[in-house]
C-alpha cells in the first residue's frame, strides 16, 4: 500500500496563476480531507469530504475549490493564488469510523510570489 | 479565541527527562482527544488517542484528558533524542454528529531531547 500520496511536492507560482494539488489514496478510506500549515498556527482545516461527490467546507475555505468523483481522489484546486497561501499543504484520509486515525501524505510546499 | 490553544514551545529538554505536552480547549462538543507527532518535513502520524475522559497509556506515553477542566496532556517518560518532533494535540465531536466529522489541531509544540 502506498497509503497517502501527494503531488507535487514542491511548487511556486506567480500571484493569479491557478493550480491542482493532487492527492490519492489506495486504503479505500471514506472520509478525506486537506490542511494548510503555517508556522506558529498548526494545522488548519480547507475542505474534507465523507465519501464520493459530498464535500464540506472546513476553517479557511476561501480561495480553495475540491470535488470528489472517486473514492481514491481528493484533488484540491487553487483558483487564483495569492502570497497569503504560500504554506505547506497536507492530504489526509480515514475510515469514517476511525476519524480520530487520519493517515497523512507527505505534503506539498507552495510559494506564491 | 481558539478552540484549542497550544503553547507553540519550543520545549528543550535533557534526554531521560519527563516532558509534559498540554492543551486547553473551548468546545464542550469535543468527544476525542488525540495526539499526533511530526517529524521534521513530514506529514503528522497518530501517536495516541482518548475517547472523553481519562488516562491512556501506551509504552512510555500517557495520554490524560480532563473534561471538567477542558484539558488534555501528554506525558512522556525517559525522553530519547528520537523522540524530537512536533507534538499536536487535536480534538473533534461525535462522528454521529452532522457537521462534527472534522478534526481541529492545536498549533504544535516542538520538543527537542537533547542527549
Known amino acids: 500500500n502506498a497509503g497517502v500520496t501527494q503531488t507535487p511536492k514542491f511548487q511556486v507560482l506567480k500571484t493569479g496563476q491557478s493550480m491542482t494539488l493532487q492527492c490519492a489514496q489506495d486504503m479505500n478510506h471514506e472520509y478525506m480531507s486537506w490542511y494548510r500549515q503555517d508556522p506558529g498556527m498548526g494545522l488548519r482545516l480547507i475542505h474534507y469530504?465523507?465519501?464520493?461527490?459530498?464535500?464540506d467546507q472546513g476553517e479557511v475555505p476561501n480561495g480553495y475549490n475540491v470535488s470528489r468523483s472517486t473514492t481514491e481522489d481528493f484533488p484540491l484546486r487553487l483558483l487564483s493564488a495569492a502570497p497569503s497561501q504560500t504554506s505547506v499543504y497536507f492530504c489526509a484520509s480515514s475510515s469514517t469510523g476511525n476519524l480520530y486515525e487520519q493517515y497523512f501524505g507527505p505534503g506539498t510546499r507552495l510559494t506564491v510570489t | 479565541q481558539k478552540e484549542v490553544e497550544q503553547d507553540p514551545g519550543p520545549l528543550s529538554v535533557p534526554e531521560g527527562a519527563i516532558v509534559s505536552l498540554n492543551c486547553t480547549y473551548s468546545n464542550s462538543a469535543f468527544q476525542y482527544f488525540m495526539w499526533y507527532r511530526q517529524y521534521s518535513r513530514k506529514g503528522p502520524e497518530l501517536l495516541m488517542y482518548t475517547y472523553s475522559s481519562g488516562n491512556k497509556e501506551d509504552g512510555r506515553f500517557t495520554a490524560q484528558v480532563d473534561k471538567s477542566s477542558k484539558y488534555i496532556s501528554l506525558f512522556i517518560r525517559d525522553s530519547q533524542p528520537s523522540d524530537s518532533a512536533t507534538y499536536l494535540c487535536a480534538m473533534s465531536g461525535s462522528r454521529l454528529i452532522q457537521g462534527a466529522q472534522k478534526l481541529v489541531f492545536g498549533q504544535g509544540t516542538r520538543l527537542t531531547i537533547n542527549p
Open positions: 469530504s465523507v465519501g464520493a461527490g459530498i464535500t
